[in-house]
């Protein structure tokens, strides 16, 4: 046995045996073959009567040590090892002796498919189960696909398998996947459970039970209704088809037909390029945690009462934000008549939230309570954090934070929700230099995950550090970045949208360009995007850019956006933009004015306009995204490839099954990109240019990613 990772003790006539991997007990190799040893040692223990299988902690087991995923390199090495799992479980199956699972904190993936193969589970109120596998783009590969639907039924399983979400133990218990919930001490509940199990009957086996999948019809018919819901919800993905097609499996053909099905479907999700995408995007989220060159044992602050500076679309969500993790905002508005409308979109969007069972009546007080509304300063000087949500326009801003290094305490942090304008600057307008950065929240705040937070050079790593942990207690994913025109998501978005208006100016439509993008995975396209956030936005922008002598990419300008902004056409707020809106409906409807004005851009750049394949729309567009990317990199402004990828996966929604635009360009290949990049050199000019370090990568056969060891963690 592994006594470093998994204890046995007799208690009572019990044996306790205890898996004790810090921090979650993942089930390392150790830990299985700890397991096994300790399950044929109580076998065969004259005096243990029954077993409890317990973790160590908080945690039951959070799941197999994902890190472990990737030493599986072919399709035979994944057969071979589910193999070996498979056969273990069953062991622990057959073990004469009744087994209880005992369950706290949660039983996620192979920790859950280790208590199924116990004959009893309990655990305590506070705890859950789940099969999350399918978020890594692979399936429950030791049996949960076969044991799961004996428990529960087909159509919890299936929706366990397929959409990876916790499961609660009151509606764990309620379903059959837990036999009793317990307030108190779990492991002498445990210990109570299994001597009164011990009725001198074999315990049940849970491969053996029939009831929940006796009626074969029904359950191959939930199956194809999965089928089709997943069609809609799940485009592109391969691993929650593969989950339904391995519990069908089981309900025709038996449990051990099912488990071999199971085993080559989860062979096949393993070495797949979205399993490995997916993989790459849970290790890149949490490797953006770490700030290189960050001086060593910096403590973050506790941020305990925040005040937010504007009250439109941006400012109410990122107060709603503070508030619904509890902490208490002031929120300041130029006038009450603005304050007011501000305050009743964020009742609007509570209440919305009440409607659909997501919050209570009580809770919604409660959070509205936390929102302290104000037209002037007083209580700033309490707080620990301002985050500035004005207008978009650099000298409104560097006039705001000069009253704030005024009116708040000299430590209190300064944030700026600027998605542009240069953080240096309203730096030296506050007189504090040294506690401010941005916090470039996305769209509507309250509900994107992502929160760029902008390191100017003057910025401290106390308040590095403080934005860090604060963005994991507001329930936002922080990625730290350069202070440069644009910061590193709205930088390369300019590129996205540069050929996105070129394309439309050589002969494809909006909807085409649209559906291109859709159909490869984003949840809009670059024009539907645009109208959701309003043309007069980006307008603005190139305005100010325009004043100054700059651009926002390379390359031709197009007259198109700033023709609709002249024309007042805003996008769904002012009822057309690149569509047209009926009124009260986000419905897209296709407007042949865009085509006339496209035309005309043509015209007047000498394109002959022709029909573009959803391939070229797709190419050209995530070609930018990884030439501009690398050029972002090589510049210092992003500290990895991979703070890129979560940026875009969490920020603009790419989509994670293809790992991000830095991971997708190399799952095509570095060379196949730079290749590219010189076509469209040759047929569009040197706007085109390659990336120094994209050429540099290629010529040297290396990548966007260094191969590192991952942090132990698990599914």
């Known amino acids: 046995m592994s006594p470093d990772v998994v204890r046995y003790e007799r208690v009572d006539r019990v044996a306790v045996v205890t898996i004790d991997n810090p921090p979650v007990n993942a089930l390392s190799p150790a830990v299985w073959q700890g397991l096994d040893d300790a399950i044929r040692r109580a076998a065969g223990d004259p005096a243990v009567d029954a077993v409890v299988l317990a973790g160590a902690g908080s945690t039951f087991i959070a799941g197999a040590d994902i890190k472990v995923f990737a030493t599986l390199k072919t399709r035979d090495q994944s057969l071979e090892r589910s193999a070996g799992t498979h056969a273990l479980l069953k062991r622990i199956e057959d073990c004469p002796k009744p087994i209880v699972a005992a369950i706290q904190g949660v039983a996620l993936g192979g920790g859950h498919e280790v208590a199924m193969s116990c004959h009893y589970r ?75 199990r011990l009725t001198g009957q074999a315990p049940p086996r849970t491969r053996a039970l029939a009831d929940k999948i006796a009626d074969v019809a029904s359950a191959t018919a939930a199956c194809a209704r999965m089928r089709e819901s997943l069609a809609k919800t799940a485009k592109g993905l391969a691993a929650p088809f593969a989950a339904v097609s391995a519990i069908e499996a089981g309900l025709r053909e038996g449990f051990d037909a099912g488990s071999l099905r199971e085993r080559e479907l989860f062979a096949d999700c393993v070495v797949s390029t979205e399993s490995k995408a997916l993989r790459h995007v849970f290790f890149a989220e949490r490797e953006a945690a770490k700030i290189p060159g960050m001086t060593a044992g910096t403590k973050p602050r506790t941020i305990d009462r925040a005040a937010v500076v504007g009250a439109g679309t941006m400012g109410g969500g990122i107060a709603m934000t ?96 600027s998605s542009t304008l240069d953080i240096s600057e309203f730096a030296r307008a506050s007189g504090r230099p040294a506690h ?168 007047k750049r000498g394109i002959r306009r022709q029909p573009i394949s959803s391939d070229e729309i797709v190419a050209r567009i995530t070609t930018a995204l990884a030439n501009e990317g690398a050029r972002v990199l090589e510049e210092g402004f992003a500290s990895r490839a991979g703070d890129i ?66 942090q132990v963690t698990a599914l």
């Open 436 to 603: 401010v950065l941005g916090h470039h929240f996305f769209s509507p705040a309250n509900i994107m995950t992502l929160l760029e937070i902008v390191r100017a050079p003057e910025t401290s790593d106390e308040t590095l550090a403080t934005s860090l942990k604060l963005a994991k207690r507001l329930g936002k994913v922080g990625v730290v970045v350069g202070n440069c025109f644009g910061f590193v998501a709205n930088r390369i978005l300019a590129y996205y949208m540069r050929e996105a208006y070129l394309l439309l100016e050589e002969g494809a439509s909006v909807p085409d360009i649209d559906q291109a993008l859709t159909d490869f995975g984003m949840p809009v396209g670059p024009f539907g995007m645009q109208d959701i956030a309003g043309i007069d936005v980006g307008a603005r922008i190139r305005q100010y850019l325009k004043s100054i002598g700059m651009t926002r990419a390379e390359g031709p300008q197009s007259e198109i956006p700033d023709r609709l902004y002249e024309m007042g056409r805003y996008g769904q707020k002012t009822g057309a933009g690149w569509y047209r809106y009926e009124a009260g409906s986000r419905t897209r409807i296709p407007d042949p004015l865009v085509e006339t004005l496209a035309a005309e851009a043509a015209a």
């Open 122 to 196: 309990i655990a305590s109120r506070d705890a859950s189960v789940g099969q999350p596998e399918v978020l890594l783009g692979i399936i429950p590969g030791a049996g949960g696909t076969q044991r799961l639907p004996r428990l529960c039924g087909v159509t919890m399983a299936l929706e366990m398998c397929t959409d990876g979400k916790l499961v609660p133990a009151a509606r764990a218990f309620e379903s059959g996947i837990i036999d009793r919930v317990v307030d108190g001490d779990l492991r002498q509940a445990a210990i109570a459970f299994a001597r009164e």
């Open 645 to 710: 990828d979560v940026i875009y996966c969490y920020g603009f929604g790419f989509p994670r099954h293809r790992g991000g635009p830095m991971f997708y360009a190399e799952s095509v290949g570095l060379p196949t990109v730079l290749a590219r990049i010189r076509e469209y050199r040759e047929r569009f000019g040197d706007y085109w240019r390659p990336a120094p370090l994209l050429e540099r990568l290629v010529s040297e056969g290396r990548g966007f990613y260094q191969e590192a060891e991952p």
């Open 322 to 417: 503070y508030a619904s993790a509890g902490i208490p905002v002031l929120l300041k508005e130029v006038d009450q008549a603005a304050l007011d409308r501000g305050l009743a979109t964020i009742r609007k969007n509570y209440e919305s939230s009440v409607s659909k069972g997501r919050m209570t009546p009580d809770a919604l007080e409660r959070t509205m309570h936390l929102i302290t509304p104000t037209t002037t300063y007083d209580g700033f000087e309490s707080v620990d954090i301002v985050v500035e949500a004005v207008f978009e326009s650099i000298d409104l801003k560097k006039a705001t934070f000069a009253e704030l290094g005024r009116m708040t305490r000299p430590d209190c942090i300064l944030a700026s929700n």
